[in-house]
Structures are given as C-alpha cells and as structure tokens.
C-alpha cells in the first residue's frame, strides 16, 4: 500500500482545492529562487549519473516545435534511485519550492509536455541507455513479455526482440519513441483494432510517484496506480520499467493500398475489416485532398496493374480515400499468402484499379515513417512547427464530421497526411487513464500538419491553427461527441470537460500519487501551488 502522512495529506488537499482551475498556463514567475540557488540545492543530491546545467536547450524543445520552456536542469540517471531521489529530494522541500519535474523521451512531445520551465528534465533515455532488456520466454507460452525500461525505443526493442523470434503485438506508426512516453498516452496504431493500443499490452510497471516512492503495480498489485498512470500524461508518476507483453513474430508483410471515392464505402469496408477475427493483420486509412503527385510516389515501392487509371482518379483534384491494410505472414506461408488475401480483397468493395500491393519484411513495414523522415531531414522539413490535431469521432458521427471537415474546411488542399480509421474499444480494457468517446467504435482522424517556417499562406502556422480551431468548433456546435487523442488544453476546466466523468478519480489519483503536483506541469492541467513562510 502507498502510504503519506495524514499532515501531508491534509496540507496538500488545501493546496489543490486551493488552485484557480481556471488560469494553468504555464508562465514565468517571480516565486521562482535565483538560478544559482537552484544549483546549490540539486547538487546536494547522492546520483549514479548526473546533474547537467549547462547546454540544455535542447531540453527546452519537442518535435511540436510550437513551445520553448528551458529547464533549470537537466538529469541524466542512471538508475531508477536517480529519478527517486531527485522526486524524494524535491518533495521534502515542500510547497515552498516552485521545482517540478518532467520526465523527456525522444523529445516527440507537441505542446510543451515534457518541458518543466525552471524545473529539472529527466532524460529517460539515459536510464533505457544504462538497463538490459529481460527476455521471459522459454517456458513462458502463455504470456512471454520483455522486461524493458521505459527509456527505452520502441524500435530497439523490436530489434532485439526479433533475435528471438518474438515481437510486441501493439505498436504505434513511428517506432522512434519511449515506452513510457507512449505508454503516458496510450500507442494507437492499425494493429489497436485487434490488440488494443499498447496500454493494454503492459503486465507491469515500477512507477516512481510524486513522492519518490518506488512501486511495482499490475492489475493486482496497487491495480489503482497501474491502471492510473497507463494513459495517465504523466501526472500520478514516471514509469521506469514495464513488461511488455510478445507473440511470435512474423518475417514479412503484404502491404496494400486501395481507393475510394465515395466516403460511405470506405468506412462500411473499414469497419468490417476490424469486426473480423480472421481479416488484415493491420487496418489504417487517408484522406487524400488534391494529392495529384502522390501516386507517382507510391509506384516506386507498390506494384500496380492499371496505374494511369489510377492517377486520372486522384488528378482530377476531388478528395479520395485510402485504405491502408497488411497481412503478416510467415516462410511457411508463402505458398497460400496470395490467396488468402485475394479472398479478403474479394469482399472489399473499391476502385479495382488502385491495388498498390508491395512484399516488403516485418522491419521495413512497421519501421516505415522513419524512411520519411530521413527523407524529411535531408531537406531540411522535418525540424518544423508540427500544430497536430488528434481527434477520436465516434462511428455514428464520423459521416457528420466528414461532411463538414472535409466537405467545408478542408476542401483544396491539407498540410500533411490526415489519418483516419475505426478502432473497437470493447475488446480493450477500459479501466485506464486513456478518455474515449462513450461508442465502443469509433474513428482515430490525425490531422498531421507541417508549418512551413515564415510562410504567410495556406502553409503557415497561423492558417493551419486557424483550420484546427474551426474543426473543434465544429466538433463542439454539432455536438459529435469527440475526444481529443495526445490532448492539449490550456484551462483546467476545459480539461474537466474532457475527463467527463473520469475527472473524480484523476484528482483524487492526483491527490495520492503527486500532492505538490511536481510531476509533468507541460500537460497544464495541475499548477504547483507555492506557499510562503
């Protein structure tokens, strides 16, 4: 059991029920001791790995490139007794303080969420550098998992996962990330639809709480915590470890795209795909807006039998929709492959002439964005504002929102790729942080801009803010009943808007786990209440 002070409970229900939960921007503050003050008292600390307040800029950044909050310091751990101590050490100075933490993976935060301004980053990746991964395996058919820090990448651990014939179930569309980063929100990929996001693929955890207290959790053990900080933003404690659970892996994949014009047979496809036990092994789609160029990319890695046909549909400047699909398979089924997915595409109802079929291995397929990229940063468009809108529609409302996002706002042109396909929740497990629309299906659509840097048009920051504001707007006059996914609002009551009947247990958690809210202040939901003496 987790356990804190009746005093200390008592002062710190004062604190919270204290807070203006209408004004949680994070800002500058007076209250704030002076830079040397703050180096004087970390250096104090007993650390396997270090301290650094020097060249830390780069902790002050994320992919979202939108927000730059600089940190007092920066710690780099080598153990999970580093990230202990430093909350312990925090904690103990009370609510005179102002620190607060934020633990930092691959830096692919959008808003500022793994920033602490005048606080300390804890570089995870330090500690996922300084930890082995545990293999549980032989003897293990059941239930194999890896035992893995959560500063850990996502595609390391299928590198070395695959050396033993084994790969996690759930992954997210871009592998250069952290477990615990991912496992903060939740790992939505096309794979959800069968395994659920990567939340529900977790046996355990060790959690270090906003006290410093060092806790394995799983659905049994302090179930509460467990439950709390899968999908939890990083507010109840810094996930240190996890045992993600495997399968056996397969070597390659048949990767397939097809088209539709007609918005009302691409999602009626989708959603019969993921009904089925015995469909693609990966579901995704895109909405295509006047991406005349696009097919031309496609044919230098996808066979296509009546390309021409194909791009006459996609030149003609209309909006077209893609779906996306996989089938894993095995050496041993190379022989009956083909014709098993000629059946599935056999009850598929789309344009025949757009199957874009590519073979390609295991790696290559779930590793495919980090070509992009590559790509990307050789010409310099990847360090860019990334104002990406994440939004969860559920399935009876997906038509309206179509209709009105890209029947009216989204109608010339888009800023990157817009993502969309169903997912089915009532084969998830529900009892996490994660907040949902109420349906058991429903749509991830990801609006995935790029900002091109001190452009005025339809291709600057201000425009696609502009057009991410007018879909919310939207979303909320027709009622749709959305959720945003990698959330981002600025006043706690917009936040008590999007917990919805969750909200009662997330302060309450927050009030067990981080009562000084040290923890994660980027995600602006608790402010750290200072008092005087």
Request: net charge positive; with cysteine.
């Amino acid at each position: 059991m987790l356990k804190h002070s009746n005093l200390v409970i008592k002062i710190l229900i004062a604190l919270i029920l204290g807070c203006n939960f209408h004004k949680t921007k994070i800002s500058s503050t007076s209250y704030l001791p002076h830079h040397t003050s703050i180096t004087s008292l970390l250096k104090k600390l007993k650390l396997d790995g270090h301290l650094s307040f020097h060249n830390i800029h780069h902790a002050s950044k994320d992919f979202g490139n939108r927000y730059s909050f600089l940190p007092a310091a920066v710690l780099y751990p080598k153990s999970v007794s580093d990230i202990s101590n430093l909350i312990s050490y925090i904690f103990q100075m009370g609510p005179t303080s102002p620190l607060t933490i934020a633990p930092r993976g691959h830096g692919h935060s959008l808003e500022g969420q793994a920033q602490a301004h005048q606080g300390v980053v804890i570089n995870m990746e330090s500690i996922g550098k300084s930890q082995e991964m545990h293999f549980h395996i032989k003897g293990n058919t059941k239930t194999p998992f890896v035992d893995v820090s959560a500063g850990e990448l996502w595609i390391n651990i299928l590198h070395e996962s695959l050396k033993h014939g084994f790969a996690p179930k759930s992954w997210t569309d871009y592998l250069h990330l952290t477990v615990g980063g991912t496992l903060s929100n939740a790992g939505i990929s096309g794979q959800a639809f069968r395994h659920g996001p990567q939340i529900n693929n977790v046996y355990q955890l060790q959690v270090v709480t906003g006290t410093g207290e060092v806790v394995t959790c799983t659905e049994k053990k302090n179930s509460d915590l467990f439950y709390g900080v899968l999908g939890g933003l990083g507010q109840f404690g810094i996930i240190t470890r996890a045992h993600i659970s495997l399968e056996p892996a397969p070597k390659m994949v048949k990767w397939m795209k097809v088209l539709y014009m007609d918005f009302t047979t691409f999602t009626k496809d989708q959603e019969q795909l993921i009904s089925s036990n015995s469909s693609f092994d990966y579901v995704e789609g895109f909405v295509l807006i006047n991406q005349t160029g696009l097919l031309n990319n496609w044919r230098s890695f996808f066979q296509n039998k009546d390309p021409a046909q194909a791009s006459r549909l996609v030149s003609e400047g209309k909006t077209v929709f893609c779906l996306e699909i996989a089938k894993y398979y095995k050496q041993e089924d190379m022989g009956t492959i083909d014709q098993k997915i000629e059946k599935l595409l056999s009850k598929l109802n789309y344009i025949e002439s757009t199957l874009f079929i590519s073979e390609v291995s295991y790696v290559e397929f779930l590793d495919r964005v980090h070509v992009s990229e590559l790509k990307l940063q050789e010409k310099g468009l990847w360090d860019v504002p990334h104002p990406w809108l994440n939004l969860l529609v559920p399935k009876s409302k997906i038509h309206k929102f179509a209709d009105e996002v890209f029947g009216k706002i989204l109608t010339d042109t888009s800023n990157g790729p817009i993502l969309i396909y169903p997912v089915d929740k009532s084969r998830w497990n529900t009892k996490t942080s994660m907040v949902t629309p109420k349906e058991n299906v429903f749509y991830l659509v990801a609006f995935l801009s790029s900002a091109v840097p001190a452009s005025t048009g339809t291709y600057s920051l201000e425009y696609i803010l502009s057009q991410n504001k007018k879909i919310l707007e939207v979303c909320e006059s027709a009622n749709l009943g959305t959720k945003q996914y990698l959330p981002h609002y600025n006043t706690q009551e917009e936040w008590k808007k999007h917990f919805g009947s969750q909200w009662g247990d997330f302060v309450r958690r927050k009030l067990t786990y981080d009562p000084l809210a040290i923890l994660t202040p980027g995600q602006r939901i608790f402010q750290k209440q200072i008092t005087f003496l």
